[in-house]
């Protein structure tokens, strides 16, 4: 059943299934007055240690306001049937007044019996509306399709974002009812362009920080504004507003937009309270910080303001939500989303979850969950239960790295985001270039490749690769610059001086180099491009006998690598060196001219989702008859690699899943090499 508070015209009117329960009631000066107070007890109460008693009496205050002399509210209980929804309906552009009564923290409503959300019957769930509804598209046949971002910029607290993916794959059938992609940058723009290529999914989850009153440091008087701090590609803060988040969805806008970061759904210019126990640092992590205080003026808290931006629905947070908090929501929030529950529906249901939760982290923070909708916001996202196909059409293709390198697919990317955005700030910076360092198969040529992608409009990538001298340097050089005739003449007259000299190979490679990079690879937008030098297994030419790295560079190959790190200057050049190596190595100090960046194994949540997206390739084309079998194995290739992508996709894809391979073949093999990393014997020739 439903009821609905209706606002217009500076007053209001309660009904019940469409009919109303007493007389319409002005928005007088009393009337703000109260509304004001309510909001000022709300988030006063934010900052005690044990708020209960007085959010039970704020929200009886709250009932006996809006029930009034003739008891219209506790006439529409006594007519509910749960699920009650209580829609609060204000017009698209409601006046002061208005807003006041919108806000009021409908979630807390009690009657004798205590809070209405705690009555599991009554399934309560108030949710707020920006227009008058009108009808929606219905959702298409699919089962929910979820894109989940992070972001954490550098500088910023870190969150526990991996817990709350895992939280909603594990409480969404283990990720069986749900189609979900993660979007690794950080990045608005890119997530759009994710999006785009998919051609959109239902819902889209934020979890970041986020502030209430944000300026820009170069304009320190300019009014504050909500703003997510989500990330640019090299990882730095990103503040984001409304405006910029609606525009960098705008190519396939989602029906539901969840912004788990803190103060989402509060307004710029709310008076706070400090945080409640628990969120405290080194009690618990949170995704904001309050704001200061302001004085009563109101404007658009991001949640507002993007319904107003044409977003069909939007939840967010009205407070400092501890990280915990938020992942617990969202767990019991996407099973109802997949179980085709409203979304009001499944917001009750969370928060009851919250509410009734032994750890006082979670429960405190029941209640800051607001649903906002514009005029075709609140029909449930999920209409069916069909699987989509969340990989491009080429998802099949081999990706290459220059002619010879092959690295792992786009789809098949998994993790490095820190590593990406550090290599990414460097070579926009002051260094000559970067050294990707780790064991084998971690993926560095991948990260080169990802790199190297990312920069593809601003530097013309050239690729060395197991043949590291300086003619086959000027070759590589001359394949890549081959139509730009500046640098192709240049090239070939320097590659006829060494055939004349080759006792100054070091000399000459550097002249040219030098030439080349200060000349017509010089900038960007002038002339040919500069460059991105990719030297890829550096390792062949290294000195590893010692055991202890840094490594020394043989003496045939140490003047190539010499000439190279002293022409690329930054001074110089636009132009940069990636190189990616087993081991670091040291060459008179010019390796300090580099960035190092070591690869770590991959954490237990990125070795999931390798998994996960294992398992969604296998699905196309012609699957083998015991797929579903196979992939149950992919949980123990996933253990056996130890977080080595590479041994993991060798595993999975090149055994368990391979159709040429039976799966009892398969499990005996994948035993006899967990047996081998263990170091109790050899592994024979097919597990090698």
């Given at each position: 059943m439903s009821a609905q508070i209706l606002i217009n015209d500076d007053s209001f009117e309660l009904l019940a299934e469409g009919h109303a329960l007493g007389p319409r009631r002005r928005l007088d000066a009393e009337a703000l007055a109260l509304l004001d107070d309510f909001a000022r007890r709300d988030r006063m109460l934010l900052g005690e240690r044990c708020p209960n008693a007085g959010l039970l009496a704020l929200g009886r205050d709250l009932f006996a306001w809006l029930d009034g002399r003739g008891g219209a509210l506790t006439t529409a209980l006594s007519r509910a049937l749960g699920p009650w929804l209580l829609e609060i309906r204000g017009p698209l552009r409601p006046s002061a007044g208005e807003w006041s009564l919108l806000r009021a923290p409908w979630e807390l409503l009690a009657d004798a019996d205590g809070h209405l959300a705690r009555n599991p019957l009554l399934a309560f769930a108030p949710l707020r509306r920006l227009g008058a509804p009108r009808e929606a598209a219905a959702p298409d046949d699919y089962r929910l399709g979820l894109a989940f971002m992070a972001a954490a910029p550098w500088g910023e607290r870190t969150l526990d974002q991996e817990a709350e993916e895992c939280a909603i794959l594990d409480a969404v059938g283990g990720g069986r009812e749900l189609d979900l992609i993660v979007e690794e940058s950080g990045d608005p723009d890119q997530l759009g362009q994710r999006l785009a290529e998919l051609e959109g999914l239902p819902v889209v989850h934020l979890s970041c920080h986020g502030t209430s009153d944000w300026t820009p440091p170069d304009a320190p008087k300019a009014q504050p504004r909500p703003v997510l701090l989500l990330e640019d590609e090299a990882g730095e803060p990103n503040p984001t507003d409304a405006a910029a988040l609606i525009q960098a969805l705008r190519p396939a806008p989602p029906r539901?937009?969840?912004?788990?970061?803190?103060?989402?759904?509060?307004?710029?210019?709310?008076?706070?309270?400090?945080?409640?126990?628990?969120?405290?640092?080194?009690?618990?992590?949170?995704?904001?910080?309050?704001?200061?205080?302001?004085?009563?003026?109101?404007?658009?808290?991001?949640?507002?303001?993007?319904?107003?931006?044409?977003?069909?629905?939007?939840?967010?947070?009205?407070?400092?939500?501890?990280?915990?908090?938020?992942?617990?929501?969202?767990?019991?929030?996407?099973?109802?989303?997949?179980?085709?529950?409203?979304?009001?529906?499944?917001?009750?249901?969370?928060?009851?979850?919250?509410?009734?939760?032994?750890?006082?982290?979670?429960?405190?923070?029941?209640?800051?969950?607001?649903?906002?909708?514009?005029?075709?916001?609140?029909?449930?996202?999920?209409?069916?239960?069909?699987?989509?196909?969340?990989?491009?059409?080429?998802?099949?293709?081999?990706?290459?790295?220059?002619?010879?390198?092959?690295?792992?697919?786009?789809?098949?990317?998994?993790?490095?985001?820190?590593?990406?955005?550090?290599?990414?700030?460097?070579?926009?910076?002051?260094?000559?270039?970067?050294?990707?360092?780790?064991?084998?198969?971690?993926?560095?040529?991948?990260?080169?490749?990802?790199?190297?992608?990312?920069?593809?409009?601003a530097l013309t990538l050239v690729v060395v690769y197991d043949r590291y001298g300086a003619a086959d340097l000027i070759d590589r050089l001359l394949e890549a610059l081959q139509s730009r005739r500046p640098a192709r003449d240049l090239l070939r007259e320097g590659r006829e001086r060494l055939r004349q000299d080759p006792d100054r190979a070091e000399v000459i490679l550097e002249d040219l180099l030098i030439e080349l990079l200060s000349g017509p690879c010089a900038q960007s937008g002038d002339g040919t491009p500069p460059l991105l030098l990719l030297i890829d297994d550096l390792e062949q030419i290294l000195e590893t006998d010692s055991g202890v790295p840094p490594f020394r560079v043989q003496a045939r190959s140490a003047p190539v690598l010499r000439a190279v790190l002293r022409a690329f200057d930054p001074d110089r050049s636009d132009s940069r060196l990636l190189i990616t190596s087993r081991f670091p190595f040291a060459l008179e100090g010019l390796e300090e001219r580099l960035q190092p960046i070591q690869l770590p194994p991959f954490s237990p949540a990125d070795r999931r989702k390798l998994q996960r997206r294992q398992g969604d390739a296998a699905h196309q084309g012609q699957p083998p008859p015991d797929l579903e079998a196979r992939e149950a194995l992919l949980t123990q290739v996933a253990a056996i690699a130890r977080g080595n992508p590479g041994l993991q996709d060798l595993l999975g894809p090149g055994l368990v899943l391979s159709p040429s391979v039976p799966l009892e073949r398969a499990r005996e093999l994948l035993a006899r090499m967990d047996t081998w990393l263990a170091g109790a014997a050899s592994p024979e020739p097919e597990v090698q």
């Amino acid at each position: 059943m439903s009821a609905q508070i209706l606002i217009n015209d500076d007053s209001f009117e309660l009904l019940a299934e469409g009919h109303a329960l007493g007389p319409r009631r002005r928005l007088d000066a009393e009337a703000l007055a109260l509304l004001d107070d309510f909001a000022r007890r709300d988030r006063m109460l934010l900052g005690e240690r044990c708020p209960n008693a007085g959010l039970l009496a704020l929200g009886r205050d709250l009932f006996a306001w809006l029930d009034g002399r003739g008891g219209a509210l506790t006439t529409a209980l006594s007519r509910a049937l749960g699920p009650w929804l209580l829609e609060i309906r204000g017009p698209l552009r409601p006046s002061a007044g208005e807003w006041s009564l919108l806000r009021a923290p409908w979630e807390l409503l009690a009657d004798a019996d205590g809070h209405l959300a705690r009555n599991p019957l009554l399934a309560f769930a108030p949710l707020r509306r920006l227009g008058a509804p009108r009808e929606a598209a219905a959702p298409d046949d699919y089962r929910l399709g979820l894109a989940f971002m992070a972001a954490a910029p550098w500088g910023e607290r870190t969150l526990d974002q991996e817990a709350e993916e895992c939280a909603i794959l594990d409480a969404v059938g283990g990720g069986r009812e749900l189609d979900l992609i993660v979007e690794e940058s950080g990045d608005p723009d890119q997530l759009g362009q994710r999006l785009a290529e998919l051609e959109g999914l239902p819902v889209v989850h934020l979890s970041c920080h986020g502030t209430s009153d944000w300026t820009p440091p170069d304009a320190p008087k300019a009014q504050p504004r909500p703003v997510l701090l989500l990330e640019d590609e090299a990882g730095e803060p990103n503040p984001t507003d409304a405006a910029a988040l609606i525009q960098a969805l705008r190519p396939a806008p989602p029906r539901l937009l969840f912004v788990s970061a803190c103060l989402s759904a509060t307004p710029s210019g709310s008076a706070a309270a400090p945080a409640g126990p628990g969120h405290k640092e080194g009690a618990a992590n949170v995704r904001g910080s309050l704001p200061p205080v302001r004085g009563s003026a109101f404007v658009h808290s991001l949640a507002t303001a993007l319904v107003e931006g044409g977003a069909p629905a939007v939840l967010g947070w009205d407070g400092k939500v501890a990280d915990t908090a938020a992942t617990a929501f969202a767990k019991h929030f996407y099973q109802g989303l997949a179980r085709r529950l409203e979304p009001a529906e499944a917001v009750a249901k969370a928060r009851l979850a919250l509410f009734e939760s032994d750890d006082p982290n979670l429960a405190h923070d029941w209640h800051l969950a607001r649903l906002w909708l514009g005029p075709e916001g609140g029909p449930p996202v999920v209409g069916g239960g069909r699987k989509r196909s969340l990989l491009p059409a080429t998802h099949g293709q081999k990706e290459m790295l220059g002619k010879q390198v092959r690295v792992a697919s786009h789809e098949m990317f998994v993790g490095r985001r820190r590593q990406l955005q550090r290599a990414l700030s460097a070579l926009r910076g002051d260094r000559a270039g970067v050294l990707l360092h780790g064991m084998g198969r971690l993926g560095k040529s991948s990260l080169a490749a990802r790199i190297a992608n990312r920069l593809r409009h601003a530097l013309t990538l050239v690729v060395v690769y197991d043949r590291y001298g300086a003619a086959d340097l000027i070759d590589r050089l001359l394949e890549a610059l081959q139509s730009r005739r500046p640098a192709r003449d240049l090239l070939r007259e320097g590659r006829e001086r060494l055939r004349q000299d080759p006792d100054r190979a070091e000399v000459i490679l550097e002249d040219l180099l030098i030439e080349l990079l200060s000349g017509p690879c010089a900038q960007s937008g002038d002339g040919t491009p500069p460059l991105l030098l990719l030297i890829d297994d550096l390792e062949q030419i290294l000195e590893t006998d010692s055991g202890v790295p840094p490594f020394r560079v043989q003496a045939r190959s140490a003047p190539v690598l010499r000439a190279v790190l002293r022409a690329f200057d930054p001074d110089r050049s636009d132009s940069r060196l990636l190189i990616t190596s087993r081991f670091p190595f040291a060459l008179e100090g010019l390796e300090e001219r580099l960035q190092p960046i070591q690869l770590p194994p991959f954490s237990p949540a990125d070795r999931r989702k390798l998994q996960r997206r294992q398992g969604d390739a296998a699905h196309q084309g012609q699957p083998p008859p015991d797929l579903e079998a196979r992939e149950a194995l992919l949980t123990q290739v996933a253990a056996i690699a130890r977080g080595n992508p590479g041994l993991q996709d060798l595993l999975g894809p090149g055994l368990v899943l391979s159709p040429s391979v039976p799966l009892e073949r398969a499990r005996e093999l994948l035993a006899r090499m967990d047996t081998w990393l263990a170091g109790a014997a050899s592994p024979e020739p097919e597990v090698q």
